[in-house]
């Protein structure tokens, strides 16, 4: 019996050996690229300012094509939305001192420094702009910003609540929002800084209604 195969049939086995490697490799690539379009976005948005970037500043920068980002992303606003939320979520760990006045006033400092220090207050400012025009990047804006901060407030709440520091029949979205409300009123509008007197005061108005 011989052993010879047909150059159809070596041609066919080489093939198959070959094609599942292929997909890893572009894997490889697209994260690549993904990773690239997002520090070029945020590097630039720290440089110009969220008015001073443009799709092709982005893609220079990350060494690819328009085309390439506009595969993942439909405007400027959802690129720099994403590369804005990824570096505020390193920006903002959850603080846990074991007190729950405490931990509120410092996740707000935390989120005070970047947002009045570095160009990360315009960027935040154009996105909400943006999000008023745009239903799905509004959408894309809560679920990948704002349900992050909240999450991390609710989780300090919850810890205050299981320590019995507040109240055990609070409605959480609601003091939520009532910590958030007075931070973006203040930075939209400008007229009352965003400092850690702020934060002092607005956390110690918040205790009196929610302790036990």
Same mark, same amino acid.
């Given at each position: 019996?011989?052993? /010879?195969?047909?150059?159809?049939?070596?041609?066919?086995?080489?093939?198959?050996?070959?094609?599942?490697?292929?997909?890893?490799?572009?894997?490889?690539?697209? /994260?690549?690229?993904?990773?690239?379009? =997002?520090? @070029?976005?945020?590097? =630039?948005?720290?440089?110009?300012?969220?008015?001073?970037?443009?799709?092709?500043?982005?893609?220079?920068?990350?060494?690819?094509?328009?085309? &390439?980002?506009?595969?993942?992303?439909?405007?400027?606003?959802?690129?720099?939305?994403?590369?804005?939320? #990824?570096? @505020?979520? %390193?920006?903002?760990?959850?603080?846990? +001192?074991?007190?729950?006045?405490?931990?509120?006033?410092?996740?707000? /400092?935390?989120?005070?420094?970047?947002?009045? &220090?570095? +160009?990360?207050?315009?960027?935040?400012?154009?996105?909400? #702009?943006? @999000? /008023?025009?745009?239903?799905? =990047? @509004?959408? #894309?804006?809560?679920?990948?910003?704002?349900?992050? %901060? %909240?999450? #991390? +407030?609710?989780?300090?709440?919850?810890?205050?609540?299981?320590?019995?520091?507040?109240?055990?029949?609070?409605?959480?979205?609601? !003091?939520?929002?009532?910590?958030?409300?007075?931070?973006?009123?203040?930075?939209?509008?400008?007229?009352?800084? =965003?400092?850690? !007197?702020?934060?002092?005061?607005?956390?110690?108005?918040?205790?009196?209604?929610?302790?036990?």
């Amino acid at each position: 019996m011989s052993l /010879q195969m047909s150059p159809q049939k070596l041609e066919n086995n080489g093939s198959q050996k070959l094609f599942p490697l292929k997909a890893p490799a572009t894997r490889r690539r697209n /994260q690549r690229s993904h990773q690239a379009i =997002l520090n @070029a976005a945020a590097e =630039l948005l720290e440089e110009k300012g969220y008015g001073g970037v443009c799709i092709e500043a982005i893609a220079n920068r990350a060494g690819v094509g328009k085309q &390439t980002i506009y595969r993942w992303w439909s405007s400027k606003a959802e690129v720099m939305m994403e590369a804005y939320s #990824a570096q @505020a979520a %390193r920006n903002f760990p959850t603080p846990d +001192t074991g007190s729950v006045k405490q931990d509120l006033c410092e996740i707000l /400092q935390q989120m005070f420094t970047v947002l009045t &220090t570095t +160009t990360a207050g315009a960027a935040f400012t154009g996105l909400i #702009a943006e @999000a /008023q025009m745009d239903p799905n =990047l @509004a959408e #894309a804006f809560r679920e990948q910003f704002i349900a992050n %901060r %909240r999450k #991390a +407030t609710r989780t300090i709440l919850e810890q205050g609540m299981a320590r019995g520091e507040l109240r055990p029949d609070l409605n959480l979205e609601l !003091v939520i929002d009532g910590i958030y409300g007075p931070i973006w009123y203040r930075l939209l509008l400008k007229h009352a800084p =965003l400092d850690d !007197v702020f934060a002092e005061e607005l956390v110690n108005l918040l205790i009196i209604g929610i302790q036990m």
